[in-house]
T-cell receptor, first 114, second 110 residues
Framework: EAGVAQSPRYKIIEKRQSVAFWCNPI?????LYWYQQILGQGPKLLIQ????????DSQLPKDRFSAERLKGVDSTLKIQPAKLEDSAVYLC????????????FGPGTRLTVL | GQQVMQIPQYQHVQEGEDFTTYCNSS?????IQWYKQRPGGHPVFLIQ?????EVKKQKRLTFQFGEAKKNSSLHITATQTTDVGTYFC??????????FGPGTRLSVLP
């Protein structure tokens, strides 16, 4: 089966600019996550979707970050405006129905903010 | 909030030596998962532990879940160069999402 797809793979922007990331999860996976992974750290959950509804966005910096999954399939994560500390890899993961199932991660988007 | 810690942060071993990484949670967990991330790659699921005191093996890898369900360990016997990467535990508190630890970066010298 096809894995989780993400684009772009790399993005370089200047601070205060906007950027958007796209994720297409594995077919049939109702749960979708966005993580931020700063170099040398573990992934930090930003937001979790169940179909097209938000389940957990408690750690999403809502003043600058937004995410949507309008049709319950693919998702976009946006940062506006970007700050230097947003430099990180943004990982998308999806999970099949059932609380015990593993998360499948995409290759990530490496964001550099100058 | 829930915190997940891992030690050591780094481990350098000679090929053939054993390796162990430890994961500790500030709260009791419903289950715990382990992931491996190769350099430049993304996390890949290894295993999930659910029961208190559970032990699972995958070839040279042995995973344990503590009796109190607050700690876990991953042990690799006779490391190989293919074991290089960062090993993350991710603990889920009851009614909460998974929280990833900071990871243990393993280097294996041939």
């Amino acid at each position: 089966e096809a894995g989780v797809a993400q684009s772009p793979r790399y993005k370089i922007i200047e601070k205060r600019q906007s950027v958007a990331f796209w994720c297409n999860p594995i077919s049939g996976h109702a749960t979708l996550y966005w993580y931020q992974q700063i170099l040398g750290q573990g992934p930090k959950l930003l937001i979790q979707f169940q179909n097209n509804g938000v389940v957990d966005d408690s750690q999403l910096p809502k003043d600058r970050f937004s995410a949507e999954r309008l049709k319950g399939v693919d998702s976009t994560l946006k940062i506006q405006p970007a700050k230097l500390e947003d430099s990180a890899v943004y990982l998308c993961a999806s999970r099949a129905p059932g609380l015990e199932n593993e998360q499948f991660f995409g290759p990530g988007t490496r964001l550099t903010v100058l | 909030g829930q915190q997940v810690m891992q030690i050591p942060q780094y481990q350098h071993v000679q090929e053939g030596e054993d390796f162990t990484t430890y994961c500790n949670s500030s709260t009791t967990l419903s289950n715990i998962q382990w992931y491996k991330q190769r350099p430049g790659g993304h996390p890949v699921f290894l295993i999930q532990l659910v029961k208190s005191g559970e032990v699972k093996k995958q070839k040279r890898l042995t995973f344990q879940f503590g009796e109190a369900k607050k700690n876990s360990s991953l042990h690799i016997t006779a490391t190989q160069t293919t074991d290089v990467g960062t090993y993350f535990c991710a603990g889920r508190g009851y009614g909460q999402n998974f929280v990833f630890g900071p990871g243990t970066r393993l280097s294996v010298l041939p």
